[in-house]
């Protein structure tokens, strides 16, 4: 199996422009997880999907993020307008309910100017 | 409030010296327990956990860790670190939530330097 895939690898924007993170996770796998990952604030988790729906989307900053799972095979995060603050690497993980084990992603360094 | 703590920001340790990343946990009822590694520029990398049986589990490197449920740790351990071992180590939660809640809790990470 090719692991979770997330794209782009590298992102660098101006403030206020939209962003588009996307991930594709191991094939079978029911769970979706996005975090970011800062210095400041190291690993949050922003959002998790079961079966394509959204279970807990508190860590979500605010309104200008949003994320979708059309299907079982794809995921976005979108940020926008996107801001300096929001400059991190995310990271999206994907597992199973009997597993446990969550598998990342190689992430998204995302750098808003 | 749940929570993971990793006490040490940064382990220093010889090359073949025995290492120790510490990790101790406040969360009711009997948690699963994981370690994560992440090397520089990369994702994070699964290395083991404990869901139930043995205190002692094994996982990948050589790496293992012990369960030790009236402390409320899971160190993780080598016998003989490796110059490759350097990286930043999480410790992880996962409560025994109800229903299909997978949410973990995280600590913030301990940074390992090993030194030829």
């Known amino acids: 199996d090719a692991g979770v895939i997330q794209s782009p690898r590298h992102e660098v924007t101006e403030m206020g422009q939209e962003v588009t993170l996307r991930c594709k996770p191991i094939s079978g796998h029911d769970y979706l997880f996005w975090y970011r990952q800062t210095m400041m604030r190291g690993l949050e988790l922003l959002i998790y999907?079961?079966?394509?729906?959204?279970?807990?989307d508190s860590g979500m900053p605010e309104d200008r993020f949003s994320a979708k799972m059309p299907n079982a095979s794809f995921s976005t995060l979108k940020i926008q307008p996107s801001e300096p603050r929001d400059s991190a690497v995310y990271f999206c993980a994907s597992t199973t309910g009997t597993q446990e084990t969550q598998y990342f992603g190689p992430g998204t360094r995302l750098l808003v100017l | 409030a749940q929570s993971v703590a990793q006490p040490e920001d940064q382990v220093n340790v010889a090359e073949g010296n025995p290492l120790t990343v510490k990790c101790t946990y406040s969360v009711s009822g009997n948690p699963y327990l994981f370690w994560y590694v992440q090397y520089p520029n990369r994702g994070l990398q699964f290395l083991l956990k404990?869901?139930?049986?043995d205190n002692l589990v094994k996982g990948s490197y050589g790496f293992e860790a012990e369960f030790n449920k009236s402390q409320t740790s899971f160190h993780l351990k080598k016998p003989s670190a490796l110059v490759s071992d350097s990286a930043l180590y999480f410790c992880?939660?996962?409560?025994?939530?109800?229903?299909?809640?997978?949410?973990?809790?995280w600590g913030l990470g301990t940074s390992l330097a090993v030194n030829p």
């Open positions: 404990y869901i139930t049986g």
């Open positions: 999907f079961n079966n394509n729906v959204p279970i807990d």
């Open positions: 992880a939660v996962r409560p025994p939530w109800a229903g299909n809640n997978r949410k973990l809790i």
